[in-house]
């Protein structure tokens, strides 16, 4: 399995991510926080929502999706 950086100022990677989202982090400043980070440049800031907003949808239970008439 190949981890992909996703915060290279604080090395957090995709599954870094993804278990702080797991336990329950809903922003990318908590996903610095899980980790006991803080943003130094921000640049992973988009990269992070990104994968927050995916996991989020994922999850049973989360709100469907419904087409526009
Ligand atoms: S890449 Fe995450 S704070 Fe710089």
Redesign the pocket.
């Known amino acids: 399995m190949v981890l992909m950086i ?5 090395a ?1 990677n995709c599954k870094s991510v993804r278990a702080a989202v797991d336990a329950g982090a809903e922003s990318p400043k908590a996903v ?1 926080a899980h980790h006991g ?9 988009s990269s ?1 929502g990104d994968m927050i907003s995916e996991s989020l949808f994922e999850r049973p239970g989360a709100p469907a999706l419904v087409p526009a008439e």
């Open positions: 996703i915060c290279v100022c604080n957090i610095q980070c803080k943003f130094q440049c921000g640049k992973c800031s992070i």
